[in-house]
């Protein structure tokens, strides 16, 4: 019987059915690798992203984030305009607390950074421990206390 010699392996010439369709997979097997290889290498054209679509806080490039108080852990996306916090439904950051009034506080983008303004919460705003009365801007890092019994921490 003769031999075919190929990779320091010896195959008999007169292969049976089996080895033949066992060549035929290893093959098949080898071509679909290579196909995969190349499709990951392969330069991505742009794909339409409305079907995957990231949590808002995810998207979002600033979040007020809930340190302590009701919804402890949650973060909260700030918009790019004008974020309102309070115990409002309707509000963006609404929190449901005894001592945050509905319309408690509001956040707004500037260009320089961010803006924390009192709306008149009766149990006041916080920044750091000092209650402030009128608009200071705030970093991320900065704690914002609702009343003493909410705190968020501004990060981006």
Known sequence: MDTI???RIAWPVDWGLLQLALLGLIGLVGLLLLAALVAALRPRKWEATSHRVASPAAQADAWLWVRSGPGAGAQHPVAHTTTLIGS???AQVSIPHAQVSPHHASLS???GGF?????G???GTFVNGHRIT???WVRPGDV??????VELVLQA
Do not use: H, K, N
Request: proline share 4%; no cysteine.
């Open 88 to 90: 409002a439904p309707e």
């Open 5 to 7: 010699t190929f990779s």
């Open 109 to 111: 983008r500037q260009e």
């Open 134 to 136: 009128e608009a200071v």
């Open 121 to 123: 919460g009766a149990a």
């Open 144 to 149: 914002i206390s609702l009343g003493g019994g």
């Open 115 to 119: 803006v924390l303004q009192d709306l």
